[in-house]
């Protein structure tokens, strides 16, 4: 089945560092993209929606200044927190989807910890 | 605008019972729905979905759901479960297919010898 691979699945740093996260598609293309997060014990939030080669479709409250997304390739996708601060720990969450009406496939999401 | 209610933060049975998990959305257009598990610390896989026809799913590891447009409901069902089977499950609806999910705030199954 398709896999999507999310690194790193843990990130432990300190209040004002900015932390990438990737997110790809290994056997199939990603025309979209989707960044989630997720507090403890709550359901997933839609962060942004992205397409490949074009700007990502920020949800409500999200700051896209913030949490910068990027979707350069069909394989590809990365959320850049940055400035993190202790607020912004939490479990974030990608999915991707192929071309036409196909599901979307989650990665094993990542554990950021701002300390 | 779509919303997912699942009124149950937690359901605990014992190992080899049956359970139910409930799960009721509101929507104004037909929809799409799917139900996810989530175990510790690793991201959703897709347990069914339901997108027309047979009211009547089923999807992977022995589960099965209805869904009932009267009752706007999509309850998922284990005749028997395992210990294995304790995660996290999220239902979720989407009016486009699988483009923009809105998931319901899960329920917990705890299984227990």
């Known amino acids: 089945g398709a896999v999507v691979s999310q690194h790193p699945s843990r990130v432990i740093c300190k209040s004002g560092t900015s932390v990438k996260i990737e997110c790809r598609s290994l056997?199939?293309?990603?025309?979209?993209m989707f960044w989630y997060r997720q507090f403890p014990k709550q359901s997933l939030m839609l962060m942004a929606t992205?397409?490949?080669?074009?700007?990502?479709?920020?949800e409500q409250g999200v700051e896209k200044d913030k949490f910068l997304i990027n979707h350069a390739s069909l394989t590809l996708s990365t959320l850049t927190v940055t400035s993190a601060h202790p607020e912004d720990s939490s479990f974030y969450i990608c999915?991707?989807?192929?071309?036409?009406?196909?599901?979307?496939?989650f990665g094993d999401g990542t554990r950021l910890s701002i300390l | 605008a779509q919303s997912v209610t699942q009124l149950d933060s937690q359901v605990p049975v014992f190992e080899e019972a049956p359970v139910e998990l409930r799960c009721n959305y509101s929507?104004?257009?037909?929809?799409?729905l799917f139900w996810y598990v989530q175990y510790p610390n690793q991201g959703l896989q897709l347990l069914l979905k339901?997108?027309?026809?047979?009211?009547l799913v089923k999807g992977i590891n022995g589960f099965e759901a209805e869904f009932n447009k009267s009752q706007t409901s999509f309850h998922l069902r284990k005749p028997s479960v395992h210990i294995s089977d304790t995660a996290e499950y999220f239902c979720?609806?989407?009016?486009?297919?699988?483009?923009?999910?809105?998931f319901g705030k899960g329920t917990m199954l705890l299984v227990s010898p």
């Open positions: 929507s104004s257009v037909s929809v799409y």
């Open positions: 339901y997108l027309s026809g047979s009211t």
């Open positions: 056997d199939f293309q990603a025309t979209t």
């Open positions: 999915s991707a989807r192929g071309v036409g009406n196909q599901p979307q496939h």
């Open positions: 992205s397409n490949e080669g074009s700007k990502a479709t920020y």
């Open positions: 979720a609806v989407s009016e486009t297919g699988y483009s923009t999910l809105t």
